[in-house]
T-cell receptor, first 111, second 115 residues
Framework: SQQGEEDPQALSIQEGENATMNCSYK?????LQWYRQNSGRGLVHLIL?????REKHSGRLRVTLDTSKKSSSLLITASRAADTASYFC???????????FGKGTHLIIQP | DTAVSQTPKYLVTQMGNDKSIKCEQN?????MYWYKQDSKKFLKIMFS???????INETVPNRFSPKSPDKAHLNLHINSLELGDSAVYFC??????????????FGPGTRLTVL
């Protein structure tokens, strides 16, 4: 079973609006990562949040982590067309301390 | 300038054939990985190598064999290809030897289609 699962599976918003994606995981973790994948490309690391952190910012990105609910959220503020991509959360649990990725949220920013 | 590169980008082949996908990283990283992304975009780790030692080996068929001639290369060899092997295969690398906490840098992917 997957360690990380994103919700929603797909999200379409207007340029300039904020986009929020959620991730739930099953077992206790010491950190959680978010990655972006543009169509036909490899994944790009966005941010890592540790279990002792509740919130972390990077530019227009804001990530929260609630270990009691085993969930994380990724907020993209003031979205741009270039933000159109799939977003994945990744958590430890892939076996031998590896990473397991969710199926991703496909974000579409409409101009 | 490419950090993690893979060849080929596309591979179309018949069932039963043997094929290899090559991966190279010029980041000086200690660990390299292979992932498989299926048609539903589910990304699953297959292997990782740290200084030529296999440190993760997920439950993949033994038709898949990673080969690492040196720290900068991790090739994936697949024997007796099956229809279900069709997917996009990503190579990645990370600085240290702890996949769960290291940032991973991905290659552009190889889209394998088995007919």
């Amino acid at each position: 079973s997957q360690q990380g699962e994103e919700d929603p599976q797909a999200l379409s918003i207007q340029e300039g609006e904020n986009a929020t994606m959620n991730c739930s995981y099953k077992t206790s973790i010491n950190n959680l990562q978010w990655y972006r994948q543009n169509s036909g490309r490899g994944l790009v690391h966005l941010i890592l949040i540790r279990s002792n952190e509740r919130e972390k910012h990077s530019g227009r990105l804001r990530v929260t982590l609630d270990t009691s609910k085993k969930s994380s959220s990724l907020l993209i503020t003031a979205s741009r067309a270039a933000d159109t991509a799939s977003y994945f959360c990744a958590a430890p649990g892939g076996g031998a301390d590896g990473l397991t990725f969710g199926k991703g949220t496909h974000l579409i920013i409409q101009p | 300038d490419t950090a993690v590169s893979q060849t080929p980008k596309y591979l179309v082949t018949q069932m039963g054939n043997d094929k290899s996908i090559k991966c190279e990283q010029n980041l000086g990283h200690d660990t390299m990985y292979w992932y498989k992304q299926d048609s539903k975009k589910f990304l699953k780790i297959m292997f990782s190598y740290n200084n030529k030692e296999l440190i993760i080996n997920e439950t993949v068929p033994n038709r898949f064999s990673p080969k690492s001639p040196d720290k900068a290369h991790l090739n994936l060899h697949i024997n007796s290809l099956e229809l279900g092997d069709s997917a996009v295969y990503f190579c990645a690398s990370s600085q240290g030897g702890t996949p769960s906490t290291d940032t991973q840098y991905f290659g552009p992917g190889t889209r394998l289609t088995v007919l």
